[in-house]
């Protein structure tokens, strides 16, 4: 959209205002201010003016009855473009197409790298042996750089910015493929684990650009995993009914496709369904933007029940966490879930609201799960008393002291702003600026833990 039909809409938007509702003009032309700010901030962000213009509208719906009015009528068009869509012409529709282009490619890149290890002699993907090795170690390393490649041509990083952002890949390739490991052992489970967990942190800095390093583009980076997240599952499941009726068709002609959805299928279109997602997300930004924040304030309550009725039956029966390696994980995966619940309501929060029933119902998850991350490390803590020290042990430690002091200050400082004593703006400073921790402690694990325990 050029900059003439920009103005042609804020024109038509202005001209609703004062149609619908005798609004002085001082008052319309601060929002225009307002929007043109949205705009011009969603355009800096990658998104053509057109959707711009639609998503700041949607915004401001929330500042003022009119505009809301304005936003549920033209919603319609929000749908309507997700491609190129009606009115998207001249350099925008260009634009639209040369970045589907680019996604389709790196999709198809992405599905296709899964498949090339077998050419250079690695074994292949087969439904009837244990995953090799090889996939299990790379699984990250098919598809981060490609995403992370995405959104350096999205952001127009320059040269130097994309080397830097290549580096951590490139020595995390050779460090996993060259590690004299174990054969499944303890150090290269828990380094194949982490792995993807350290680069997704490179995924964030291109993905924010130069506005990593501010509390804003981390969370932004926060709402936009979250919304990946969900539209991958949502993808998985359409992937599953796809699967379903591919195997059914296909055997009601006596054709036997299992093998080839297992070796093709799937793993093909779980890569390349992480950079359709990615790009989903990002050409859509905020138009779904309520999917998320629902999910999450129906859950919340959810995960908060569980936690409470954990607690209860520990304390009622006198039994303690076992601490087999599948529970561990298992058990920090739970508390890992509370955490993106709790920064994702924290990502979706208006800071300017008074606190109310939903931040309750945080703080109660928050403390639940505080309280069940001490049991887990006093467990953690007696078996490496009794037995010494080990890989999981020491990992399921640390895993746990990270989330254990997150809980305990996002705890305090949630506890302040429910009791008026402090911003909330604290507490989303606090999830921001913790971000890294996770990053840097999943590339210690990767690093200094399979030399340290001997690659056992």
């Known amino acids: 959209m050029h900059d003439d039909e920009v103005e042609g809409q804020i024109a038509r938007w202005r001209e609703h205002l004062r149609r619908r509702q005798a609004i002085h003009a001082a008052d319309v032309e601060e929002l225009e201010g307002r929007l043109r700010d949205q705009v011009a901030a969603l355009v800096g962000a990658g998104l053509a003016a057109d959707e711009a213009f639609l998503v700041a509208v949607k915004r401001m719906g929330s500042l003022d009855a009119v505009s809301h009015e304005f936003a549920r009528e033209h919603a319609e068009r929000l749908w309507k473009q997700l491609v190129t869509g009606p009115g998207v012409t001249g350099a925008a529709a260009s634009r639209t197409c040369r970045e589907t282009l680019v996604v389709v490619g790196l999709a198809l890149a992405a599905a296709l790298a899964i498949k090339l290890p077998p050419l250079f002699g690695q074994p292949s993907l087969d439904p009837d042996q244990e995953l090799p090795e090889f996939y299990f170690l790379n699984l990250g390393l098919f598809v981060l750089p490609l995403l992370t490649g995405y959104f350096a041509w999205k952001r127009g990083l320059d040269r130097a910015a994309c080397l830097w952002l290549a580096l951590p890949f490139a020595a995390a390739a050779v460090l996993v493929n060259s590690a004299p490991f174990t054969p499944r052992g303890h150090t290269q489970v828990l380094a194949a684990l982490h792995l993807p967990i350290a680069l997704w942190l490179a995924v964030g800095v291109a993905y924010a650009a130069g506005r990593w390093r501010t509390g804003a583009g981390r969370m932004d980076f926060v709402r936009f995993s979250g919304e990946l997240f969900i539209y991958f599952v949502l993808m998985a499941l359409g992937g599953g009914v796809l699967t379903v009726f591919a195997g059914g068709i296909f055997a ?8 080839l959805i297992v070796t093709w299928m799937l793993p093909c279109g779980a890569m390349g369904a992480i950079i359709v997602g990615a790009w989903l997300v ?10 998320a924040p629902v999910l999450t304030r129906v859950f919340t309550p959810l995960f908060t029940a569980l936690l409470l009725a954990f607690l209860v039956t520990m304390a009622w029966t006198g039994r303690g966490i076992d601490m087999d ?47 069940a991350d001490a049991v887990a490390l006093a467990a953690i803590a007696a078996r490496i008393s009794e037995f010494g020290f080990s890989p999981n042990r020491v990992a399921a430690l640390g895993e746990n002291l990270v989330l254990l002091v997150n809980l305990a200050w996002s705890l305090w400082l949630y506890a302040r702003f429910l009791a008026g004593r402090g911003p909330f703006a604290a507490v989303e400073g606090w999830q921001t600026a913790y971000l890294p921790v996770y990053a840097v402690w999943a590339a210690v694990v990767v690093v200094v833990f399979p030399p340290l325990f001997g690659y056992q």
Do not use: T
């Not at 009601?252 to 093998?259: C, K, L, S």
């Not at 990002?282 to 999917?291: R, W």
């Open 252 to 259: 009601a002609i006596g054709v036997d496709v299992e093998r």
């Open 282 to 291: 990002e050409a859509k930004q905020s138009v779904v933007e309520n999917m």
């Open 325 to 371: 390696r599948e529970v561990l994980i298992g058990f920090d995966l739970l508390l890992a879930v509370v955490l993106g619940l709790l920064l994702y309501a924290v990502s979706a929060r208006d800071p300017q609201a008074p606190p109310g029933l939903f931040d309750g119902v945080l703080v109660v998850l928050v403390a639940s799960a505080l309280l």
